[in-house]
């Protein structure tokens, strides 16, 4: 075999080790070394071909890793593609930058952390693209003693610390194989020491965490009652079905409401119908927050005042609507970060982005504002569907003072799949980063509570062992956040040092090449 080939070949090992790691097979511990292959690959080859390899390996990643998105109705293997295209394109750009460092370097495993960062945060926050979702540190999510970091450095932290761990034991495998070719180094105790601290600092991190888990207080209990109706995607919004829809969560609402909750809560677009211009919907749901006595939390497609589609139809909001157990409507919260190509079609100017949308017909506009509800000693936020995996605007919630969140959502889309699974990965990373309770209802599911460390402790459908498309109820007591963290505060600032590391080298190497070239320059010109 020829080395191009043995390289190729060994690289595609990170792809499926990186798929593995996610949600859906759950073999997360393989993600410490997920990378390695890649990175082993990567420094054996030149720029160019680091540039195409690490691109086509990303590629691949996506793909592997979304394995599951072609359940979404509309969606593809032309969206499939160009989705893995478009997210391959920061591997080939991560491709790139590792080769201006030399990896025999000792500080070759810190770089690649930075780079890989930086590249994890761009990718979250890429305009209209942003997407924070299979990020490396959410592989994790189930390590409950080592994800208490994102107290202070967010799921970054998470990801800087298995990038760190994936390049340490890569540079290892590179001085042992293709340096020193099986045999001990003169330096060998010292290259261990090296390249090993950072597997010693994971250990110490965990128990660190484990303490953290054990001394924490709490501002109080509130009682919350979550309902999954389960209503399948293909007639949720058949007007026909509404009734039936209706009938079927109050049932369920006077059900839970035997558990004497603080709030009952139902899902994204529970009332897939615009709620205040549908009298009999409106008062319906009036009529049984009286019954039981309870404040209802449900989402809703509430109408909006401005904002129209091309077509020239009326844009709607995408709601969520509290309602008191007096049956008044105390508040509504419409939803700000839209999905794009599938709640709206993004633009730019004059170019639109049309063609890329999978035959989802969405005609929402945005809300803009973060509002919070007050119950009894507590104020709470909602979010809706992907919103909670966005930490910048899930922090703004909590700064604003939220004791505890809610976050509905829709996950019918994605049927029986290994979506929803990845959906809730997102956002146990919320709970930990604020130290705050999240309750989350979903239509089909996954309807859970997450507590402050990031533990599930309560779901729908436990009884049963299955958390997907079934119908039922939960209720649980969860705890009031007593105050901000330090990310809370100050939000990402491992991110912002990671960054400006980046930029000053990339400054000083561009420098260097100037000065190098003007040298040249000057003794052509003396010559």
Not at 166 to 193: E, M, P, W
Not at 311 to 322: H, L, P, Q, R, T
Request: hydrophobic residues 45%; charged residues 15%.
């Amino acid at each position: 075999m020829t080395r191009e080939r043995w390289i190729i070949c060994l690289s595609l090992l990170t792809p499926l080790l990186l798929t593995l790691s996610f949600p859906g097979f759950e073999f997360s511990f393989l993600a410490w070394i997920a990378l390695v292959p890649f990175l082993l690959a990567i420094m054996r080859t030149g720029r160019i071909k680091a540039f195409a390899l690490s691109w086509g390996i990303g590629l691949l990643s996506y793909m592997g890793i979304f394995f599951w998105i072609h359940q979404v109705r509309g969606y593809t293997f032309y969206h499939y593609l160009i989705s893995g295209i478009y997210l391959g394109a920061y591997w080939g750009i991560l491709g790139l930058l590792l080769k201006l460092v030399d990896h025999k370097r000792q500080s070759y495993p810190i770089y690649v952390a930075i780079v890989w960062v930086t590249l994890e945060y761009i990718r979250s926050n890429f305009f209209f693209l942003s997407f924070p979702w299979a990020l490396l540190g959410q592989t994790q999510y189930k390590n409950i003693n080592l994800i208490q970091i994102a107290g202070y450095t967010g799921v970054y932290g998470l990801s800087f610390l298995l990038a760190l761990v994936n390049a340490a034991i890569a540079v290892l495998l590179y001085h042992f194989v293709f340096i020193s070719h099986g045999r001990l180094v003169k330096r060998a105790d010292a290259l261990l020491t090296l390249y090993l601290s950072p597997i010693l600092m994971v250990l110490l991190l965990s128990i660190w965490g484990r303490s953290v888990c054990r001394s924490y207080d709490t501002a109080g209990m509130v009682r919350v009652g979550l309902v999954q109706g389960n209503i399948a995607q293909e007639i949720k919004w058949n007007k026909d079905v509404f009734p039936l829809t209706f009938e079927r969560y109050k049932a369920l609402t006077k059900k839970v409401a035997q558990e004497k909750p603080s709030l009952v809560i139902w899902p994204e677009t529970a009332i897939p119908v615009d709620f205040r211009s549908q009298p009999s919907a409106f008062w319906r749901i009036l009529a049984l927050a009286r019954e039981v006595d309870i404040p209802i939390i449900f989402g809703a497609a509430g109408s909006s005042k401005i904002g129209a589609s091309d077509g020239g139809e009326k844009g709607i909001y995408n709601s969520a609507f509290y309602i008191s157990s007096q049956g008044k409507i105390l508040g509504e919260y419409h939803k700000m970060r839209l999905l794009p190509f599938g709640e709206y079609i993004p633009s730019m100017g004059g170019l639109s982005f049309a063609f890329l949308t999978p035959g989802l017909k969405g005609n929402f506009v945005p809300g803009d504002n973060q509002r919070l509800f007050s119950l009894a000693n507590a104020q709470f936020g909602v979010t809706i569907c992907w919103e909670n995996i966005f930490p910048d605007l899930f922090r703004g919630f909590v700064s604003k003072g939220a004791s505890f969140m809610v976050n509905i959502s829709n996950d019918a889309w994605f049927k029986d799949s290994a979506g929803p699974y990845q959906h809730l990965m997102c956002q146990v990373f919320r709970a930990v980063e604020n130290r705050i309770s999240i309750v989350r209802v979903a239509n089909t599911g996954i309807s859970c509570v997450i507590d402050p460390f990031g533990r599930i402790v309560k779901r729908v459908g436990e009884d049963e062992d299955q958390y997907l498309n079934i119908t039922g109820v939960a209720s649980h007591d969860i705890q009031i956040n007593p105050g901000p963290t330090f990310y809370t505060r100050y939000g990402d600032i491992i991110v912002i040092v990671c960054t400006a590391m980046l930029i000053l080298y990339l400054v000083w190497r561009l420098a260097g090449y100037l000065w190098a070239f003007t040298s040249r320059k000057e003794k052509d010109c003396s010559a």
